[in-house]
């Protein structure tokens, strides 16, 4: 049984910053690309970040591009999601992603989804 489990959120005020963590249980962590997505009340998921089977390559929607940071551990089964200099508009329930390909950046394929962590951003 396949199992992401986030870790992480809370509440942090804008300019601080903030390290989510995803741990996956029951597949082989290095088959799959990583990634993260997020959902503000009243819209839809959105991709933020992911990361390829081994860490070399990775790939942010332009929001978050030189304020979030993506990496893995695979030793660990364990993607990380930081979080600098957030800002209110990044306040979601943040998800984590498995894609079913060793590369995917915009992780369109099958994936296996967390249960999210709620990120509250105060101005």
């Known amino acids: 049984q396949v199992q992401l489990v986030e870790s992480g959120g809370g509440l942090v005020q804008a300019g601080g910053s903030l390290r989510l963590s995803c741990t996956a249980s029951?597949?082989?962590?290095?088959?799959?690309?990583l990634g993260w997505f997020r959902q503000a009340p009243g819209k839809e998921r959105e991709f933020v970040a992911s990361?390829?089977?081994?860490?070399?390559?990775?790939y942010y929607t332009d929001s978050v591009k030189g304020r979030f940071t993506i990496s893995r551990d695979n030793a660990k089964s364990t993607v990380y999601l930081q979080m600098n200099s957030p800002k209110p508009e990044d306040t979601a329930v943040y998800y984590c992603?498995?894609?079913?390909?060793?590369?995917?950046?915009?992780?369109?394929?099958?994936?296996?989804w967390g249960q999210g962590t709620q990120v509250t951003v105060s101005s």
């Open positions: 992603a498995a894609n079913e390909t060793k590369w995917d950046n915009r992780l369109t394929g099958n994936k296996y």
């Open positions: 029951g597949l082989t962590i290095s088959w799959y690309a």
């Open positions: 990361i390829n089977w081994s860490g070399g390559t990775s």
